[in-house]
Antibody
């Protein structure tokens, strides 16, 4: 069965950096686009970034462009999100998702990132 | 950017009722619309894609309609497990979600 397990969420100061990871299993990882979606406390969902199976195509929301970098290691079935220059408004639960033609058909359980001094 | 607007923001209903949630796009998105259900403390779950295609395992009391800029999600005969927040998501240009509709018990 498909499993996605995020890790790396933490409390970080404004301007700091954090790296999130997502371990995937139960499917051929390299065949799928993968995505990061976030949800601020008590708020709605925001698509953050996605990456193609071969890593040749990466796209970011304007809100994180230039600060966040998505990457993947198909040999390790792993997805990452490097987050730099973090701001208070980046505080959210970050979900890893398997993307199929623009939708997420499987989600991880999420990891909480808190940006606060 | 394509904006997605859901209405209502909150909906109070009883078990057995039929409820409808509307999602409007700021420009035409064809049928590139999905619906998700999110229960408290859980990740979202995909219900419908391509505006009206029900995902495997999703009960048939859920249905989606629409194209262009106006879409609806209908739940026939609301069940206790259906009380949750529902999000629409467009995937015509990048991806954006609606702000969500909370379906609560009346």
């Amino acid at each position: 069965q498909v499993q996605l397990v995020e890790s790396g969420g933490d409390l970080v100061k404004p301007g700091g950096s954090l790296r999130l990871s997502c371990a995937a299993s139960g499917f051929t990882f390299s065949d799928y686009y993968m995505a990061w979606i976030r949800q601020a406390p008590g708020k709605g969902l925001e698509w953050v970034s996605y990456i193609s199976g071969s890593s040749s195509n990466t796209v970011y929301a304007d809100s994180v462009k230039g600060r966040f970098t998505i990457s993947r290691d198909n040999a390790k079935n792993s997805l990452s999100l490097q987050m730099n220059s973090l701001r208070a408004e980046d505080t959210a639960v970050y979900y890893c998702g398997r993307e199929v033609l623009g939708i997420v058909d499987y989600w991880g359980q999420g990891t909480l990132v808190t940006v606060s001094s | 950017d394509i904006q997605m607007t859901q209405s209502p923001s909150t909906l109070s209903a009883s078990v057995g009722e039929r409820v409808t949630i509307t999602c409007r796009a700021s420009q035409s998105i064809g049928s590139w619309l999905a619906w998700y259900q999110q229960k408290l403390g859980q990740a979202p779950k995909l219900l419908i894609q391509k505006a009206s295609t029900l995902e495997s395992g999703v009960p048939s009391r859920f249905s989606g309609r629409g194209s262009g800029t106006e879409f609806t999600l209908t739940i026939n005969s609301l069940q206790p497990g259906d009380f949750a927040t529902y999000y629409c998501q467009q995937y015509s240009t990048f991806k954006t979600f609606g702000q969500g509709t909370k379906v609560e018990i009346k």
